[in-house]
Protein backbone atom coordinates (compact mmCIF):
# COMPACT_ATOMS: atom_id res chain seq x y z
CA UNK A 1 0.00 0.00 0.00
CA UNK A 2 1.39 3.24 -0.42
CA UNK A 3 2.64 5.74 2.16
CA UNK A 4 0.25 8.67 3.32
CA UNK A 5 2.03 12.19 3.07
CA UNK A 6 2.56 14.27 6.30
CA UNK A 7 1.75 17.75 6.04
CA UNK A 8 5.21 18.53 6.58
CA UNK A 9 5.46 17.63 3.00
CA UNK A 10 2.56 19.87 1.21
CA UNK A 11 3.41 19.46 -2.57
CA UNK A 12 2.07 18.73 -5.49
CA UNK A 13 3.86 15.48 -5.45
CA UNK A 14 1.46 14.43 -2.60
CA UNK A 15 -2.01 14.54 -3.23
CA UNK A 16 -3.13 13.35 0.04
CA UNK A 17 -1.49 14.74 3.36
CA UNK A 18 -1.73 12.84 6.36
CA UNK A 19 -1.48 14.82 10.25
CA UNK A 20 -1.92 13.58 13.40
CA UNK A 21 -3.16 15.84 16.25
CA UNK A 22 -3.44 14.40 19.20
CA UNK A 23 -5.76 11.32 18.80
CA UNK A 24 -7.28 13.52 15.71
CA UNK A 25 -6.16 12.45 12.40
CA UNK A 26 -6.53 14.70 9.45
CA UNK A 27 -6.54 13.96 5.86
CA UNK A 28 -6.43 16.43 3.39
CA UNK A 29 -6.79 16.44 -0.13
CA UNK A 30 -3.85 17.89 -1.68
CA UNK A 31 -5.32 19.09 -5.27
CA UNK A 32 -6.89 23.07 -5.04
CA UNK A 33 -5.59 23.16 -8.80
CA UNK A 34 -7.84 20.90 -9.61
CA UNK A 35 -10.42 21.53 -6.69
CA UNK A 36 -9.10 18.55 -5.17
CA UNK A 37 -10.73 16.00 -7.93
CA UNK A 38 -10.37 12.85 -7.25
CA UNK A 39 -7.83 10.84 -8.80
CA UNK A 40 -6.06 7.56 -8.59
CA UNK A 41 -3.30 8.70 -6.51
CA UNK A 42 -6.14 10.59 -3.90
CA UNK A 43 -8.11 7.36 -3.88
CA UNK A 44 -4.71 4.81 -2.87
CA UNK A 45 -3.79 8.09 -0.10
CA UNK A 46 -7.07 8.65 1.60
CA UNK A 47 -8.25 4.72 1.80
CA UNK A 48 -4.65 3.93 2.94
CA UNK A 49 -4.88 6.47 5.64
CA UNK A 50 -8.32 5.63 6.59
CA UNK A 51 -6.81 1.90 6.99
CA UNK A 52 -4.28 3.36 9.45
CA UNK A 53 -6.78 4.89 11.35
CA UNK A 54 -8.74 1.94 11.51
CA UNK A 55 -6.03 -0.41 13.04
CA UNK A 56 -4.27 2.10 15.09
CA UNK A 57 -5.75 2.79 18.88
CA UNK A 58 -4.05 5.78 19.23
CA UNK A 59 -6.34 7.15 16.34
CA UNK A 60 -9.79 7.80 17.87
CA UNK A 61 -11.42 10.08 15.28
CA UNK A 62 -10.59 11.31 11.43
CA UNK A 63 -11.23 14.51 10.02
CA UNK A 64 -11.46 14.73 6.09
CA UNK A 65 -11.09 17.84 4.08
CA UNK A 66 -9.74 19.55 0.60
CA UNK A 67 -6.36 22.28 0.62
CA UNK A 68 -7.13 25.65 -0.63
CA UNK A 69 -10.36 27.60 0.13
CA UNK A 70 -12.29 26.88 -3.39
CA UNK A 71 -13.50 23.69 -3.33
CA UNK A 72 -14.00 20.64 -0.74
CA UNK A 73 -14.11 17.97 -3.68
CA UNK A 74 -15.10 18.27 -7.16
CA UNK A 75 -15.75 14.76 -7.14
CA UNK A 76 -13.83 12.50 -10.11
CA UNK A 77 -11.27 13.86 -11.99
CA UNK A 78 -12.80 13.99 -15.10
CA UNK A 79 -9.69 14.91 -17.17
CA UNK A 80 -7.85 11.93 -16.06
CA UNK A 81 -10.84 9.83 -17.13
CA UNK A 82 -10.71 11.37 -20.34
CA UNK A 83 -6.83 10.49 -20.35
CA UNK A 84 -8.23 7.00 -20.08
CA UNK A 85 -6.36 6.60 -16.65
CA UNK A 86 -8.21 4.67 -13.70
CA UNK A 87 -9.59 6.68 -10.84
CA UNK A 88 -10.99 3.74 -8.57
CA UNK A 89 -8.01 1.86 -7.85
CA UNK A 90 -8.01 -1.76 -9.00
CA UNK A 91 -8.71 -4.14 -6.06
CA UNK A 92 -9.86 -1.16 -4.14
CA UNK A 93 -13.70 -1.10 -5.90
CA UNK A 94 -15.79 -1.57 -2.44
CA UNK A 95 -13.85 1.27 -1.29
CA UNK A 96 -15.33 3.70 -4.11
CA UNK A 97 -14.55 7.19 -4.62
CA UNK A 98 -11.70 9.06 -2.95
CA UNK A 99 -11.02 5.22 -0.94
CA UNK A 100 -13.74 6.60 1.11
CA UNK A 101 -17.41 6.38 0.44
CA UNK A 102 -17.59 2.80 0.64
CA UNK A 103 -15.03 2.42 3.85
CA UNK A 104 -16.68 1.64 6.70
CA UNK A 105 -14.21 2.25 9.40
CA UNK A 106 -15.07 2.41 13.20
CA UNK A 107 -13.62 5.43 14.30
CA UNK A 108 -16.29 8.54 14.15
CA UNK A 109 -15.62 10.80 11.08
CA UNK A 110 -16.20 14.02 10.33
CA UNK A 111 -16.04 15.97 7.02
CA UNK A 112 -14.72 19.66 7.03
CA UNK A 113 -16.45 21.22 3.49
CA UNK A 114 -13.95 23.98 3.03
CA UNK A 115 -15.82 25.20 -0.30
CA UNK A 116 -18.05 23.68 -2.75
CA UNK A 117 -19.08 20.08 -2.58
CA UNK A 118 -20.61 19.19 -5.66
CA UNK A 119 -20.98 15.55 -6.99
CA UNK A 120 -18.41 13.20 -5.37
CA UNK A 121 -18.17 16.10 -2.66
CA UNK A 122 -21.17 15.86 -1.49
CA UNK A 123 -20.94 12.17 -1.53
CA UNK A 124 -17.69 12.19 0.78
CA UNK A 125 -19.89 14.59 2.81
CA UNK A 126 -23.00 11.98 3.13
CA UNK A 127 -20.21 9.35 3.63
CA UNK A 128 -19.12 10.48 6.52
CA UNK A 129 -21.00 10.24 10.44
CA UNK A 130 -20.45 14.19 11.24
CA UNK A 131 -20.29 17.66 8.72
CA UNK A 132 -18.70 20.57 9.57
CA UNK A 133 -19.58 23.13 6.76
CA UNK A 134 -17.63 26.91 6.08
CA UNK A 135 -20.23 29.63 5.40
CA UNK A 136 -19.27 29.88 1.81
CA UNK A 137 -19.65 25.64 1.09
CA UNK A 138 -22.93 24.65 -1.20
CA UNK A 139 -23.70 20.80 -1.58
CA UNK A 140 -25.42 19.31 -4.30
CA UNK A 141 -25.82 16.39 -6.74
CA UNK A 142 -26.15 17.54 -10.25
CA UNK A 143 -25.53 14.35 -12.52
CA UNK A 144 -29.25 14.27 -13.54
CA UNK A 145 -28.57 17.42 -15.32
CA UNK A 146 -25.40 15.61 -16.95
CA UNK A 147 -27.47 11.80 -17.90
CA UNK A 148 -25.29 10.24 -15.43
CA UNK A 149 -26.11 9.08 -11.89
CA UNK A 150 -24.62 9.90 -8.59
CA UNK A 151 -23.33 6.70 -8.01
CA UNK A 152 -20.96 7.04 -5.25
CA UNK A 153 -23.56 6.08 -2.72
CA UNK A 154 -25.43 10.25 -2.96
CA UNK A 155 -28.54 8.78 -4.94
CA UNK A 156 -29.51 6.60 -1.58
CA UNK A 157 -27.40 8.64 1.37
CA UNK A 158 -28.88 12.04 0.27
CA UNK A 159 -32.75 10.64 0.44
CA UNK A 160 -31.92 9.00 3.43
CA UNK A 161 -30.32 11.62 5.34
CA UNK A 162 -32.83 14.35 4.77
CA UNK A 163 -36.83 14.12 4.54
CA UNK A 164 -37.28 12.09 1.54
CA UNK A 165 -39.46 15.03 -0.72
CA UNK A 166 -36.81 17.16 0.10
CA UNK A 167 -34.24 14.81 -0.83
CA UNK A 168 -35.71 13.54 -3.78
CA UNK A 169 -36.18 17.27 -5.15
CA UNK A 170 -32.05 18.15 -4.46
CA UNK A 171 -31.61 14.79 -6.42
CA UNK A 172 -34.26 14.94 -9.39
CA UNK A 173 -33.58 18.83 -9.86
CA UNK A 174 -30.23 18.55 -9.19
CA UNK A 175 -29.80 21.90 -7.66
CA UNK A 176 -27.55 22.67 -5.38
CA UNK A 177 -28.04 24.15 -1.70
CA UNK A 178 -26.35 26.62 0.73
CA UNK A 179 -24.41 25.72 3.37
CA UNK A 180 -27.02 27.58 5.41
CA UNK A 181 -29.86 25.89 4.26
CA UNK A 182 -28.23 22.10 4.95
CA UNK A 183 -27.86 23.39 8.42
CA UNK A 184 -31.87 24.08 8.17
CA UNK A 185 -32.14 20.74 6.95
CA UNK A 186 -29.71 18.85 9.66
CA UNK A 187 -27.51 17.57 6.56
CA UNK A 188 -24.43 19.25 8.81
CA UNK A 189 -23.64 19.67 12.05
CA UNK A 190 -21.84 23.33 12.16
CA UNK A 191 -21.62 26.16 9.68
CA UNK A 192 -18.90 28.61 10.32
CA UNK A 193 -16.03 31.03 8.41
CA UNK A 194 -14.36 29.54 6.18
CA UNK A 195 -11.55 30.39 8.13
CA UNK A 196 -12.37 28.31 11.08
CA UNK A 197 -13.92 25.27 9.49
CA UNK A 198 -10.97 22.95 10.25
CA UNK A 199 -10.20 24.15 13.64
CA UNK A 200 -13.76 23.74 14.37
CA UNK A 201 -14.08 20.25 12.97
CA UNK A 202 -10.79 19.07 15.05
CA UNK A 203 -11.87 20.43 18.13
CA UNK A 204 -15.25 18.19 17.77
CA UNK A 205 -13.23 15.67 16.93
CA UNK A 206 -11.27 16.07 20.10
CA UNK A 207 -14.68 15.94 22.14
CA UNK A 208 -15.13 12.82 20.84
CA UNK A 209 -12.03 11.81 21.37
CA UNK A 210 -11.81 12.90 25.23
CA UNK A 211 -14.51 9.68 25.36
CA UNK A 212 -14.17 6.06 25.90
CA UNK A 213 -12.41 4.65 22.87
CA UNK A 214 -14.58 1.23 22.68
CA UNK A 215 -17.40 2.73 24.06
CA UNK A 216 -17.39 5.14 20.97
CA UNK A 217 -16.76 2.55 18.96
CA UNK A 218 -19.39 0.40 20.02
CA UNK A 219 -21.98 3.81 19.73
CA UNK A 220 -21.35 4.13 16.07
CA UNK A 221 -21.74 0.66 15.60
CA UNK A 222 -25.26 0.49 16.85
CA UNK A 223 -26.53 3.93 15.59
CA UNK A 224 -25.00 3.00 12.04
CA UNK A 225 -25.59 -1.33 11.99
CA UNK A 226 -22.03 -1.76 10.99
CA UNK A 227 -21.04 -5.33 11.54
CA UNK A 228 -16.71 -5.45 11.23
CA UNK A 229 -16.13 -3.41 8.26
CA UNK A 230 -19.37 -3.67 6.69
CA UNK A 231 -23.03 -2.04 6.74
CA UNK A 232 -25.24 -4.73 5.81
CA UNK A 233 -28.29 -2.14 4.85
CA UNK A 234 -26.14 -0.77 2.12
CA UNK A 235 -25.45 -4.04 0.70
CA UNK A 236 -28.33 -3.90 -2.03
CA UNK A 237 -28.37 -0.55 -2.30
CA UNK A 238 -24.67 -0.20 -3.81
CA UNK A 239 -25.96 -3.90 -5.87
CA UNK A 240 -28.83 -1.44 -7.22
CA UNK A 241 -26.37 1.27 -8.00
CA UNK A 242 -24.04 -0.69 -9.92
CA UNK A 243 -26.97 -2.18 -12.00
CA UNK A 244 -28.97 1.70 -12.66
CA UNK A 245 -24.96 2.79 -13.39
CA UNK A 246 -24.75 0.07 -15.98
CA UNK A 247 -27.66 1.01 -17.53
CA UNK A 248 -27.22 4.54 -17.60
CA UNK A 249 -24.05 5.28 -18.63
CA UNK A 250 -24.36 3.26 -21.93
CA UNK A 251 -26.99 5.54 -23.03
CA UNK A 252 -26.78 8.18 -25.68
CA UNK A 253 -27.63 10.75 -22.88
CA UNK A 254 -24.59 10.08 -20.94
CA UNK A 255 -22.71 11.02 -23.44
CA UNK A 256 -24.77 14.07 -24.44
CA UNK A 257 -24.86 15.54 -21.04
CA UNK A 258 -20.71 15.97 -20.40
CA UNK A 259 -20.55 16.94 -24.32
CA UNK A 260 -23.13 19.31 -23.59
CA UNK A 261 -21.60 20.84 -20.37
CA UNK A 262 -18.13 21.04 -22.00
CA UNK A 263 -19.53 22.65 -25.02
CA UNK A 264 -21.68 25.19 -22.55
CA UNK A 265 -24.91 24.19 -24.12
CA UNK A 266 -27.90 23.47 -23.13
CA UNK A 267 -27.71 19.05 -23.75
CA UNK A 268 -30.72 17.53 -26.17
CA UNK A 269 -31.89 14.55 -24.56
CA UNK A 270 -33.22 11.11 -26.16
CA UNK A 271 -34.45 9.41 -23.27
CA UNK A 272 -32.66 6.36 -24.30
Known amino acids: MSEPSTTGQASAEHP ?9 MVITINRPDARNAVN ?10 LEEADHDDDVRA ?8 KAFCAGADLKAIL ?33 AAIGGGTELALASDLVVAADTASFGLPEVKRGL ?15 QRVGLEMLLTGDPISAQR ?76 PRAFAEKRAPVWKGR
Open 83 to 115: RGERIIPEGRELWGLAGYVGHYIGKPTIAAVNG
Open 149 to 163: VAGAGGAFRLAAQLP
Open 40 to 49: EAVCLGVGDA
Open 182 to 257: ALELHLVNRVVPAADVLETAVELAGRIAANAPLSVQATKRIALGHQGSQRPADAPLWELTTKELARVSGSADAVEG
Open 62 to 69: VVLTGAGD
Open 16 to 24: VLVERLGHV
